[in-house]
């Protein structure tokens, strides 16, 4: 077997980067980061015997293959730093600034995630982590360099780690590569764990293939010729390579039913040419030698495949009857079939509007699932995203004008718009497909030619939610619909602030004059008008108090809210109460939940009267409120509250194995999700402190205890900050 993890240096790395890194600062960047790297990685050895400096190397390595940008190779050197040296955040932002710093602290966090088995729902909430880290793509591209390098040396690990790395990669970076389209780590890696989770089959492939290798080299030469000797007779320019199918491609037709000696197709012939219509000519000329293979003859180029994918397939009787898989494309498609979306950076200047467009749509892809997940969705909403808009089937679409729009399968002529530009989005009033009115809950087909309708006076429908498939278009609408509310709250505020105005019998003109204006937002620490009616009408602030500002009125909205409250000596009868959190009987009263010790439903908690803002509750015991008895009321829970709350733990483990994963998947059986995560470790310890959501403190409490009986746990604690 080739070797397939070279001990490398780093002239070899700057000899590979050389056609597409030409800029000398990039160069001196790169070789400062390897610097960096060898300084700190001294000593230290992997588990398969290497040098630890190899592996940033033969990432940086495999990456230089795709033509990434320099700081992608900057970021695949320096990305173990955080997690296997003394590096810390700091000193990478001050050595090679914010944007690869970035990159590495969201590599790092993905490669302390595990999959802790092979439930569904772990592999969700993991594609769940691992995309809402990567807010950057290019921190995907490293990973699955990363991870092709580990699948190298895989054999360092015992039996059953190894089967689960391979089984882990299987569920989720093969999928998000072939997303991605980069064929070439893609195919690597499902050979390599092929390889480790069915040897047998693997191994018996590879033996039958080695005692045929010779003949097929042989036959794969004279048709390679012969292929050859047709074009040049034609004066086409072209290039041509022929290989055996890889072994996880006869795996798959093996797996569909077939036996070895039944698949006649795993001989392959690929024939670069210069231009689209050469493409077509050549394919013509074979077809006119070799009898082509019937219902065999796929046209990716007018019809790409869901990873921007194009090339005529043919199949053909060739030499000495055996059949032979012809692939044509233009050098160009090569690039783009074998390094995918990471070709954007090599082709950002030189490619062609059409794929320039396509790349830029699958970047808005990841950009909307990046800021769904950011919007606090729920774990099945993201699953449900994820999956239509990564892992499924995407169809290809047409404007009139022939320009091609990437779409999940099930799309509508919503997204479509959205697709096009957020204003032809959001004025849609209809849609015409293949020249027929339909709904604008109509699920496209492969291949539909799409004309939107729009009309300017026309806005975004809530009912749009309930049937489009993209996030694009879901955010879009969603975003529309929060401006509307905003402007709703504003022109709300300033009718209650002037309506309080008239009852105090008071000059509207007097009371908001320019300078009395400038006043409230300096003492509300706020920058414009519009935020001043924004907080009256959404009741952050009363109006009365507004108005207290102006006259220095010392006796405000809080005494008045104390006094009321302090003043009533008989308990208030409970009426039809909704909040879930009730002030001396009312839920009339703003209560905000204090973001110290965030108390949850259960918790023993009292309230304080702040300065203008209602009632911030707090558990008893919190230290924030232990001196302020003077401004202390009752408070209670809602026998029937029904909201989720946030509150903090910190958990701290062994150093030496990532358990993150096990810890996500846990609080996930218990409907308790994870907010937001960070990580402190030293040579000792990992000390994870997490932002958890759950309805309950007896929700939180059983979560503890079970944290506190693993046996990797040293301590799980709530925590007040």
Avoid at 237 to 258: A, C, E, L, Q
Avoid at 688 to 701: A, C, E, G
Wanted: hydrophobic share 35%; net charge negative.
């Amino acid at each position: 077997m080739k070797n397939l993890n070279p001990i490398l240096t780093i002239d070899d790395l700057i000899n590979k980067l050389s056609p597409n890194i030409t800029n000398s600062e990039e160069i001196n960047q790169i070789i400062k980061a390897y610097n960096f790297c060898q300084k700190k990685y001294a000593g230290k050895k992997r588990l398969s015997g290497e040098d630890y400096i190899n592996h940033p190397l033969n990432v940086a390595y495999i990456l230089a293959d795709l033509n990434v940008d320099y700081v992608t190779i900057i970021g695949a050197l320096l990305h173990e730093t955080i997690n296997h040296t003394d590096t810390t955040k700091e000193e990478l932002e001050q050595e090679f600034g914010e944007e690869i710093t970035k990159i590495v602290v969201s590599i790092s966090k993905i490669n302390r995630l595990e999959l802790p088995d092979d439930k569904d729902s772990s592999k969700i909430y993991l594609r769940k982590v691992l995309v809402g880290l990567s807010e950057d793509v290019r921190v995907l591209f490293i990973k699955l360099a990363d991870r092709l390098h580990n699948m190298r040396t895989v054999w360092a690990l015992e039996p059953e780690k190894q089967k689960h790395k391979a089984q882990e990669t299987m569920d989720i970076l093969i999928p998000i590569a072939h997303r991605l389209g980069i064929n070439s780590i893609k195919s690597e890696l499902e050979d390599l764990c092929l390889r480790y989770t069915k040897p047998e089959i693997y191994h018996d492939i590879e033996s039958r293939l080695e005692s045929t290798r010779e003949e097929l080299n042989n036959i794969l030469e004279e048709m390679k010729e012969s292929i050859s000797e047709i074009l040049n007779d034609h004066g086409i320019s072209f290039t041509i390579k022929g290989r055996v199918k890889s072994i996880h491609s006869i795996y798959k037709k093996m797996d569909n039913g077939k036996k070895f000696n039944d698949i006649y197709d795993i001989l392959a012939l690929r024939v670069f040419l210069e231009k689209e219509s050469d493409c077509y000519l050549a394919v013509g000329l074979i077809h006119s030698k070799y009898r082509p293979m019937p219902n065999r003859f796929k046209d990716y180029i007018a019809m790409p495949k869901s990873n921007m994918y194009q090339s005529l397939h043919t199949t053909i009787f060739g030499i000495n009857g055996y059949l032979f898989e012809v692939q044509l494309r233009t050098y160009e498609m090569d690039e783009i079939a074998e390094k995918g979306i990471a070709s954007h950076w090599s082709y950002k200047e030189k490619g062609t509007v059409k794929i320039q467009n396509i790349m830029e749509q699958k970047l808005e892809m990841f950009r909307n699932i990046i800021d769904s997940h950011n919007d606090k969705e729920s774990d099945l909403e993201f699953a449900q995203n994820l999956e239509s808009e990564i892992l499924n089937d995407y169809i290809y679409c047409f404007t009139p004008k022939g320009d091609v729009v990437e779409l999940p399968l099930g799309s509508t002529p919503i997204d479509f718009a959205y697709r096009i530009h957020s204003r032809v989005g959001d004025t849609t009033i209809g849609a015409i497909v293949n020249d027929n009115i339909v709904p604008l809950d109509h699920q496209l087909q492969d291949g539909d030619i799409v004309k939107i309708n729009t009309s300017s006076t026309s806005n975004p429908n809530k009912e749009w939610l309930k049937f489009v498939k993209t996030s694009q278009a879901r955010n879009k609408i969603k975003s529309f619909f929060s401006k509307q509310d905003r402007e709703n709250y504003i022109e709300k505020g300033r009718q209650l602030l002037e309506k309080e105005i008239r009852r105090q019998k008071l000059s509207i003109n007097e009371i908001l004059s320019d300078s009395n204006l400038k006043k409230i937002l300096k003492e509300l620490k706020m920058n414009e008008t519009d935020e001043l009616y924004l907080a009256v009408g959404s009741l952050r602030y009363t109006a009365s108090y507004i108005i207290s500002i102006i006259q220095e009125d010392k006796k405000n909205v809080q005494d008045i809210l104390l006094e009321k409250v302090m003043l009533s000596n008989h308990p208030q009868e409970k009426r039809n109460l909704k909040k879930d959190i009730i002030v001396a009987g009312t839920d009339d009263i703003l209560v905000t939940v204090a973001k110290c010790c965030k108390p949850v439903f259960g918790d023993p908690i009292i309230g304080y009267v702040t300065k203008g803002q209602g009632v911030s509750v707090h558990k008893q015991n919190c230290p924030n409120i232990k001196d302020l008895e003077q401004r202390t009321i009752p408070v209670e829970w809602n026998e029937s509250a029904s909201n989720t709350y946030l509150t903090d733990i910190e958990i701290e483990v062994e150093n030496g194995k990532n358990y993150l994963a096990d810890i996500i998947t846990k609080a996930g059986l218990k409907n308790i999700y994870i907010e937001s995560i960070n990580t402190k470790e030293n040579d000792i310890t990992i000390t994870y402190q997490i932002t958890i959501k759950l309805k309950n403190i007896n929700d939180l409490n059983n979560y503890l205890n079970e944290l506190n009986g693993l046996s990797y746990v040293k301590k799980a604690v709530r925590v007040i900050k």
